[in-house]
């Protein structure tokens, strides 16, 4: 697969914006599945810290 140059490459054929969109598209998903756990414990961390210093500070009082 030749292109004649950058310009026609990113038309792909004028398959461009299919095609462009297609890769976006998975992109941004890939990079959902990587983001959505890491994101997600870090709250649940959080979460769980907050819970420890309710409990302590319950036991002391």
Known sequence: MAF????????????????W???GVTFAI?????????????KLI???AGALRREARENHS
């Open 30 to 42: 890939v990079l959902w599945n990587v983001l959505q756990p890491w994101l997600r414990r870090k």
């Open 4 to 19: 004649e140059s950058f310009a026609d490459f990113l038309a792909m054929g004028k398959h461009g914006p299919y095609v």
């Open 21 to 23: 969109a297609a890769y």
């Open 46 to 48: 959080q979460e769980q």
